[in-house]
């Protein structure tokens, strides 16, 4: 169970768009739709933002949309708010009851 | 309200074990599945393992097999994960969180410091 692929890093300013991608394999990504993307602010529990790689839980603004294809999933934040600066995690179901979590982005709003 | 609050931080020393509890409220215990998640500090998630409180089913990360033991208290709505020989590299909080299928973890505990220290 390798962690999923995530970049280091993203930034934006407000206002703009920015996508973070999440690459795995044909046993996890590319054979479930059980993709799921969290919020984590510094010192705090993760809030998920994305269920079944592109639902939002009551709650989550439109900002956030996801999507996936092949092996590769993708978290999009349009419309880049201050309060979106945080660490963003991917999370996939691997089969046989397992998951796996990316190994996390930080994003910076500049 | 659904809420998993998790135990206090624990202290231990190289080679002990370390059990930490989640006690679930606001909604039927056996419904859902606990997850167990650590994050060392300053680094990323990670996925420990799995266990249905309705027929104590476990499924565990590799990197933790042998290693970890997770079970529950359906008397009392608790969840509870047992870690052993621990090493320095186990320092890490400790989250556990509600494992709603396919819906992901939609709900979490506040997190458990284990310091792993000689």
């Known amino acids: 169970q390798s962690a999923l692929t995530q970049p280091a890093s993203v930034s934006g300013s407000p206002g703009q768009s920015i996508t973070i991608s999440c690459t795995g394999t044909?046993?996890?990504?590319?054979?479930?739709?059980?993709v799921s993307w969290y919020q984590q602010y510094p010192g705090k529990a993760p809030k998920v933002m994305i269920y079944?790689?592109?639902k939002r839980p009551s709650g989550v603004s439109n900002r956030f949309s996801g999507s996936k294809s092949g092996n590769t999933a993708s978290l999009t934040i349009s419309g880049l708010q201050a309060e979106d600066e945080a660490d963003y995690y991917c999370?996939?179901?691997?089969?046989?009851?397992?998951?796996?979590f990316g190994g996390g982005t930080k994003l910076t709003v500049l | 309200q659904v809420q998993l609050v998790q135990s206090g931080g624990e202290v231990k020393k190289p080679g002990a074990s370390v059990k930490v509890s989640c006690k679930a409220s606001g909604y039927t215990f056996t419904t859902y599945g606990i997850s167990w998640v650590r994050q060392a500090p300053g680094q990323g998630l990670e996925w420990m393992g799995w266990?249905?409180?309705?027929?104590?089913?476990?499924h565990y990360a590799q990197n933790f097999q042998g290693r970890v033991t997770m079970t529950t208290d359906t008397s009392t709505s608790t969840a509870y994960m047992e870690l052993r020989s621990l090493r320095s590299d186990d320092t890490a909080v400790y989250f556990c969180?509600?494992?709603?299928?396919?819906?992901?973890?939609?709900?979490w505990g506040q997190g458990t410091l284990v310091t792993v220290s000689s």
């Open positions: 079944e790689v592109n």
């Open positions: 999370c996939s179901f691997a089969g046989s009851s397992t998951s796996v």
């Open positions: 266990i249905d409180p309705y027929n104590a089913n476990t």
């Open positions: 044909s046993s996890d990504v590319g054979s479930y739709n059980h």
């Open positions: 969180a509600r494992a709603s299928g396919s819906l992901g973890f939609n709900y």
